[in-house]
């Protein structure tokens, strides 16, 4: 937490408290929860944001793994994201290691919403989206 502003006259603060568990049930499956809760004091309110989200990764073999990630986000007063919503998303990624610094990743997304905060034929005009990503990690 601290000032949301340089401005420290005002005394407007931010404040994130976050806490993150996982869990190795077995050497192929791990588990993990993570919740936020946020505050902020701009000017005459109090702006409140809060999210969860639970993962499950199993490992296929040495090289490869399957992982589902669901996530929560409440915006209660749009301060965050800017529109007044509660979202909801779903992930289901594929992880292939070829090489022990190299990790590529394709990953399907679903979000949803309870207000219209997507763009559509146009802006803020729809209230879910799929999208699609692949990805590359190097290590070293």
Not at 12 to 21: L, M, Q
Not at 22 to 34: F, H, P
Not at 75 to 85: A, I, R, S
């Amino acid at each position: 937490g601290g000032p949301a502003l340089p401005d420290t006259i005002t005394n407007k603060y931010r404040n994130v408290y976050e806490f993150i568990a996982s869990y190795a049930v077995t050497d192929k499956l791990t588990l993990a929860v993570n919740g936020v809760y946020g505050d902020d004091h701009p000017r005459f309110m109090t702006a409140v944001w809060r999210g969860v989200a639970g993962y499950v990764k199993y490992a296929l073999n040495d090289v490869s793994s399957f992982a589902v990630r669901v996530e929560g986000f409440a915006d209660p007063e749009g301060f965050m994201t800017g529109v007044v919503q509660n979202l909801w998303e779903t992930t289901l990624t594929y992880e292939y290691k070829p090489f022990p610094s190299l990790i590529l990743r394709g990953e399907y997304r679903y979000d949803s919403s309870n207000a219209s905060s997507f763009d559509g034929d146009t802006p803020l005009s729809r209230t879910n989206q799929a999208t699609v990503a692949m990805g590359a990690i190097v290590t070293f």
